[in-house]
């Protein structure tokens, strides 16, 4: 375990001071300060207490049951803690401006890939810097196994991500619209069984120490993750988002934290982009001090990623006609040789690897055990080439308003049509499937 004092990112040898330097350092405090550590921790004792008081009175079962129906008709029949919950999603909120949240939605399809690839590289990888939400992620084995599960639950977010920022994909009944909700059963189901585990055994979760499970400084430091982490990386990579866009980006993820559970009244994004980055660095500062747990879960990332892409591209030719557009579905996949395919999986994994490096400096990376000098040159040029490329194309794109729309339209069609795919048309349901168990807590 590394103690706080070396992993500090203020601390020039700190293996987070590149990340924390290049993400503008402590000039992040000068318009808005540090946000003090008393208020932090005051927010790791807070919980989403409309939905943990609803799941508490209901029983829902957040394994089968269709929580967004179950809701609605609860609140309909009367029940008070539904009616508090249903509440907050039968009206949309004043401040909600659907112009900024469609003009929000703009800049992510705009810039889609990059962002896809700064979700994974930055907001997760860096994400898991944070020791005590690993905690969480290891008791359900969520992202923290190298398997193909981990590339599919990768999906998942991902098509919760595009469903969010579909056309009208936040109005009340639409697809990310009821994704929020389920994803916010989910925390809150993992939340109580946690707990629960934390009652009998608590060496196993000390909440005093930890925090609530899933609490609400957590919670902001992931949207935040989603909302401003790319933000803040996008110009580094050659993107261009101007200050509207950052603000019009930051509006529609205000209303997802919104129906994500984030109370109103302590979320950042509320305040506008600059405010929210200073709010991350502060974050930052409380949070991250990357340890074992950290390597674990981003080599788990990075593996489950490789063996995702390595099934991929043993049928190059569908993959190629699937983003081309010439087809919609992908075949059943075909056994490949085991040795063939390891191969091909480890050269996914040098590609994620370096494209890791760009994006999140060396000094981190090496701590992570990255590979470096064994990174062959086809990897290391296709993560420069890929970057490069849609760089040159954005900039290229929007110079002129038709090109720019041609640019929004061809992502969207590309990214919505290959992420249905490779989850076979199968919409996430965000049923609870790996709950936290005291064993699986013990084996971690
Ligand atoms: C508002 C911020 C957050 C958002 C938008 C978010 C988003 C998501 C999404 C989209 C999923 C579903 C992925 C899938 O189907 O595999 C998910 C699942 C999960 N999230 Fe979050 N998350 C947030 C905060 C957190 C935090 C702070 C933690 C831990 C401390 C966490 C822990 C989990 C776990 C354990 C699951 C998996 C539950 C299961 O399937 O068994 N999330 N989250």
Redo the contacts with the bound molecule.
Sequence with gaps: MHSDAVCSPEDKSSVLSEIWGDGGGDRRFSKYPRIPVKELEKLRLRSDDPLDRYLEASKVDARKDDVVARLKADAEAGSVPAQELWSQYSKVPDWVDWERVKRGQRVFWLNAPPITFLLLHFTLIFGVAAPK?NK??TA?G?LSRPTRVTFQ?LL??TH?VLSCMADDGLREGSTGWEGCIR?RF??AS?RARLRNIAKTNPQLYNEAKLGI??NIE??I???LG?AVGPLERLPRLGFYVSKAEREDFCHAWRYI?YL?G?PEDVNPLAKGADYSVSFEGSIVLHSCHPDDSTIRLAQALLTGMSYGAAELSSDHKATFELISGSRSTLPASVPVDPVTFEHRRLRFYGFYSQLTRIILNNKYCDFLGLPKKKIGWVEWAGAYGVLMFFAVLTKICRMLPFMRTWLINRNRSVLTRVIAAVLREKD?K?L????PTPEKMREE
């Design positions: 939400i969480v992620l359900t969520y639950r998942e977010t919760w994803v989910l925390h993992v499970p899933i957590d919670m430091t992931t949207i989603f934290a994500s984030i996430p965000f609870l499937r790996y709950e």
